[in-house]
């Protein structure tokens, strides 16, 4: 199994920069495509970004295409999600997911606790 822990969410400006981690530990993370999902009061939880096991592939949701950027570092055993040009409704709790597998074909059972980004306006 593998155990994820997100951090660097926090409070930012309109248009600001945040990048958040996705620590891993128990097993590789080479092993796993990674994933981060978002969820807002209310709203059901959200794809936001994945990456297949090497980098090599990127996915990403409508809402942050050419704004926020995964990557991964398996050296580290870590991923990423690089947020820029951040709006108000960016705001959210994201989550770290690891799905077995090479390439990326939707969330695995594997969740981190999450980390709250708010985007004031």
């Known amino acids: 199994q593998v155990q994820l822990v997100e951090s660097g969410g926090g409070l930012v400006q309109a248009g600001g920069s945040l990048r958040l981690s996705c620590a891993a530990s128990g097993r590789t993370l080479s092993s796993y495509a990674m994933g981060w999902f978002r969820q807002a009061p209310g709203k059901e939880r959200e794809f936001v970004a994945a990456?297949?096991?090497?980098?090599?592939?990127?996915y990403y949701g409508d809402s942050v295409k050419g704004r926020f950027t995964i990557s991964r570092d398996n050296a580290k055993n870590t991923a990423y999600l690089q947020m820029n040009s951040l709006k108000p409704e960016d705001t959210a709790v994201y989550y770290c997911?690891?799905?077995?597998?090479?390439?990326?074909?939707?969330?695995?059972?594997?969740w981190g606790q999450g980390t709250q980004v708010t985007v004031s306006s």
């Open positions: 997911n690891a799905a077995e597998g090479r390439l990326w074909s939707g969330p695995g059972g594997y």
């Open positions: 990456v297949s096991w090497n980098g090599g592939r990127t």
